[in-house]
């Protein structure tokens, strides 16, 4: 019984990390339809800035947060008007394709600064231990991440749906034509958002940084993980990120624990193909994936 | 029932005039390029026989496949176990492989017709396979686990057992890829080719029209599952020491729809163009910046992807189409408007 609850709270805390980091990807993808593949490399990116303010100024990621953050909300704004804005008209297939190619830009010259291995940030905290039990502790660094996961999740809930902000947002997720007649400035709303969304990245990069190790190739697997959290949740749906993020997190820690081995490693896999060969649009929402 | 599909146009003919063209002009580096420079062409040849053969279903068809690497696995590690467990000859096992690969990718295709999955959802489930499938290989002794598996190979076999020299390979590798080039040309002009262009344009409008979706479907599948296992067979062979985390992994898938997306989807030469491009251009910045900056030859080739995509959206075949209607200006279309 200890051993489930304990499982089950490991799951949550990563879970939620996990649903962070989907929903900045779902934010870019409700504004702009992109599937960003170089998103995974955004978050490595972040993490690697909190490395070089840890070992070049002494800054912490706490704090680094509030340089990281803003830093990255102008990096959004440069990546919309550079690279997605010059495509908005063409094949989406085209500008899912130029992210791949920035995950390449991005990972090497991270490799080439930083070189291959694989790096922590330390921080004074990082060896604090909550203690729900006798037997079980949590890192204090894994709560935080977990908790700054669902407030910070809970607030874009809130702005997207009960702001102008967010209603011009949603508008132009639904037809951004419409959005336009309505008065809405489509190319501004857009800036904004991919602002937003890739200051949740930085948060998420800060955050996560003292909870695992990082390298500079992981970019990929945390766009995968990220894409599949999105889709297991259902494409646009906030709760479904959600949730999503909550049962591959869960998934992984029950499949680790209680079936050990392959199967345990390929139980979030499987829990995914066989939701979306049921449920092609995801947990919550319909089938209107086209 | 069985209206014959237009055959032998003019338009093939010229294909294949260019195939031969192009075979012969290619078959010639092996004098020229030694050593490494050889060994970069042999890989870019491999990698666009690679391309071609997802060229068929994803292009085509259509139909975003993120599980080839599963074939890609199965073509590396199946003749190489087979080899190293059982003595199995090389030939036998590329067409095992082929053989399973064809077989799991009409699989593949009858659980998305089964279940009717939209595009996306067909794209992220099949890369969720290739990540169980890397998962199993990672764990299973047999294919050699996270470890590899070490090719070995009787030398002086010659043909008949898989050893070739350097030149040897390169000669099979381009061999590869003309028979690929034959596949793809015959396809697009077939029935086959025409009923996966209709479910690329729109499935249940194929499907209204009386097209069999689901055997399009698995027939274009099979088809480039069986490709991409030969040719993957090949690259091991060639490579000597099967990486699952290279052969198994989705790395390679990714490029493989790269170049397709990036030489232009569907078409005949696209993939071909773009491998040829990028392929070489990474290496040879990988040769020129190796010892100094490691990693910033694929920055290079990230660039070059970006900035191709960014003047030339729908592909290096349709830029490369625009810029020469634009340079040649056709004197027989203006006069047949008048």
Redesign the interface.
């Known amino acids: 019984m200890a051993l489930l609850f304990e499982t089950l709270v490991q799951g949550l805390l990563i879970g939620s990390g996990y649903a962070l980091i989907a929903i900045g990807m779902a934010v870019v993808y409700n504004v702009s339809g992109i599937l960003n593949f170089a998103h995974g490399d955004f978050i490595t990116l972040g993490m690697y800035a909190c490395l070089a303010l840890l070992l070049g100024f002494g800054v912490g990621p706490y704090i680094g947060l509030f340089l990281v953050t803003p830093a990255f909300a102008i990096l959004g704004i440069l990546f919309y008007l550079g690279l997605i804005r010059p495509l908005q008209d063409t094949n989406m297939l085209m500008v899912v394709q130029i992210t791949l190619g920035l995950t390449f830009i991005i990972q090497n010259l991270i490799l080439y600064a930083f070189g291959s291995i694989e790096q922590v940030v330390q921080t004074p905290i990082s060896a604090v231990l909550l203690h729900l039990t006798d037997r079980f502790a949590l890192r204090l660094t894994g709560v935080i991440a977990g908790g700054v996961s669902l407030g910070l999740i809970l607030g874009l809930y809130v702005l997207i749906q009960r702001s102008d902000f967010g209603r011009a947002i949603r508008a132009i997720h639904q037809n951004p034509r419409g959005a336009a007649v309505c008065g809405i400035d489509v190319a501004r709303v857009r800036a904004a958002t991919f602002a937003l969304a890739f200051a949740v990245m930085g948060v998420a990069s800060c955050i996560l940084a003292p909870t695992q190790p990082f390298v500079p190739g992981g970019g990929l697997m945390i766009s995968v993980t990220a894409i599949l959290v999105l889709i297991l949740g259902g494409l646009g749906s906030f709760h479904g990120t959600l949730l999503g993020g909550l049962v591959v997190g869960l998934s992984q820690t029950v499949g680790t624990v209680y079936l050990g081995g392959t199967l345990g490693l390929a139980l979030p896999y499987i829990i995914f193909v066989l939701v979306l060969l049921f449920r092609p649009g995801g947990l919550v929402g319909g089938r209107s994936l086209a | 029932m069985s209206a014959p599909a237009p055959r032998f146009t003019a338009a093939t003919r010229t294909a294949l005039v260019q195939i031969a063209v192009f075979a012969v002009l290619v078959a010639f580096l092996p004098f020229v390029l030694r050593g490494y420079h050889l060994s970069i062409a042999t890989t870019t040849l491999l990698l666009a026989g690679l391309a071609l053969s997802w060229n068929v279903i994803g292009g085509i068809g259509g139909q975003f496949s993120l599980g080839h690497s599963l074939f890609i696995a199965a073509g590396a590690l199946l003749p190489a176990a087979f080899g190293i467990h059982h003595g199995l000859n090389p030939w036998a096992g590329l067409a095992i492989a082929a053989a399973l690969s064809a077989v799991l990718g009409a699989v593949i295709a009858w659980?998305s017709f089964r279940?009717?999955?939209?595009?996306?959802?067909f794209a992220?489930?099949t890369?969720?396979?290739a990540?169980?499938g890397l998962?199993?290989v990672l764990?299973i002794r047999y294919l050699g686990a996270a470890d590899g598996l070490v090719i070995r190979r009787d030398s002086g076999s010659g043909i008949a057992g898989f050893d070739f020299s350097a030149r040897g390979s390169y000669w099979l590798a381009l061999a590869g890829v003309v028979a690929g080039l034959v596949i793809v040309l015959w396809v697009l002009h077939s029935r086959l080719g025409y009923y996966l262009r209709a479910v690329h344009i729109d499935d249940r409008m194929a499907q209204a029209t009386g097209i069999d979706t689901l055997r399009t479907k698995a027939a274009g599948m099979a088809l480039s599952a069986a490709m991409t296992s030969v040719f993957a067979t090949m690259y091991a062979q060639y490579m000597i020491y099967v990486d699952p985390h290279a052969f198994a992994s989705?790395?390679l898938v990714?490029q493989m729809?790269?170049f397709c997306?990036?030489g232009g989807?569907g078409t005949l030469w696209g993939p071909v163009l773009a491998t040829a491009i990028l392929v070489p251009v990474g290496e040879i910045a990988r040769g020129m910046l190796g010892g100094t900056?490691?990693?910033?030859?694929?920055?290079i080739?990230?660039?070059?992807?970006?900035i191709i995509?960014?003047f030339m959206?729908?592909?290096l075949a349709g830029g490369l189409a625009r810029l020469r209607a634009r340079l040649v200006r056709p004197p027989r279309g203006t006069v047949s408007e008048r």
């Open positions: 659980i279940f009717d999955l939209p595009k996306l959802t992220l489930i890369l969720a396979l990540e169980i998962i199993l764990n989705p790395l990714i729809v790269l997306s990036i989807l900056a490691s990693g910033m030859h694929f920055v080739y990230g660039v070059l992807i970006v995509i960014l959206p729908d592909g």
